[in-house]
């Protein structure tokens, strides 16, 4: 068996992309999108389909050109859901990233809209980002039965705050994490000592200790190497170029994280409230700078796509 089909023994793998074809090439159980990967896409002709049904539905019915936007993320995510047999993420406004209940009527929207092309809620995860924000929206969907990934995350108070509010779904970004301690230690990490992985592992540990429920699914991963040392994490997003690398390749992939291993009778359980959210996030510069990054560079390729969709439109 080659690389990926031996990680789809014992951790379900998901495809990082908008794109049809590379879904059908690797055959995902899941798949994740974002407006950044939708802005790739739908520049693309072949999918000029769908952005013209979101153009006609939007003048149709007088839908600002925000709300054009994210109709083309549900119809992204309807295509999809006709390839892979599970679930489809699909992206919040990253300008709503501090404004809880904002998120909880797009999430909200989200599933309804998908709801009249008849997909079942539990097809889908809402993607927030983890703000202290993001995570009561969370609290409040999860209620509902709108289940959430909790994406931008890249520490231990963003992994327990989620947890804690219940979400389905978290997505550790590995890569950008990497990305931060190359740039501020000026060295290059083999991938058995990647921060990333290490932080993944360390939330795996915690959440497996505790008997959280939240499944963790590492993200943002800048070689094979890097995903392959979380083999056995629950989730993995990865993706097209590194899964076509894993096709080309027969080595072992031997499994370094199980529920059972995972778990570590030395750690303190930590409580966080908000007071302790802020502050612990605060004490993490990686995080921080790292959250704020994501949520300018979503809000950007956002406005990007808006932007796109108003030169379609004359």
């Excluded at 300008?95 to 809209?113: H, N, P, S, T, Y």
């Amino acid at each position: 068996m080659n690389q990926l089909e031996q990680l789809k023994k014992f951790t379900r793998v998901v495809a990082d992309t908008g794109d049809f074809v590379q879904l059908k090439a690797y055959a995902p159980e899941d798949a994740t999108t974002n407006p950044t990967l939708i802005l790739k896409a739908a520049q693309k002709p072949e999918y000029q389909p769908l952005v013209e049904q979101a153009l006609r539905e939007g003048k149709k019915n007088g839908r600002p050109l925000d709300e054009v936007m994210r109709l083309l993320l549900v119809l992204f995510g309807i295509e999809i859901l006709k390839i892979v047999p599970g679930r489809v993420s699909t992206e919040t406004s990253a300008r709503a990233a501090f404004d809880a209940e904002a998120l909880v009527a797009e999430g909200r929207w989200f599933i309804k809209q998908y709801a009249k092309a008849g997909i079942p809620r539990e097809r889908v995860l809402v993607k927030l980002a983890t703000t202290w924000e993001g995570i009561q929206a969370a609290r409040v969907l999860e209620k509902e039965g709108i289940h959430c990934n909790m994406t931008l995350l890249f520490s231990m108070a963003q992994a327990v705050g989620a947890a804690e509010a219940g979400a389905k779904l978290i997505s550790p970004f590995v890569g950008r994490i990497l990305d931060w301690y190359k740039k501020t230690n000026k060295r290059e990490y083999a991938p058995a000592e990647d921060p990333g992985v290490q932080s993944v592992r360390e939330i795996y540990a915690y959440y497996k200790t505790f008997g959280h429920a939240t499944e963790v699914m590492g993200a943002s991963f800048r070689s094979k190497g890097e995903a392959l040392e979380l083999a056995g994490c629950d989730l993995l997003t990865i993706s097209p170029e590194l899964l076509g690398e894993m096709t080309r390749s027969a080595e072992p992939v031997p499994r370094k994280l199980s529920p059972d291993a995972g778990k570590n009778p030395k750690l303190k359980r930590l409580a966080v409230d908000e007071k302790a959210f802020r502050w612990m996030l605060n004490e993490n510069a990686m995080a921080t700078e790292k959250l704020a990054e994501g949520i300018r560079t979503f809000a950007a390729d956002a406005v990007k796509l808006e932007e796109y969709l108003a030169g379609k439109q004359r």
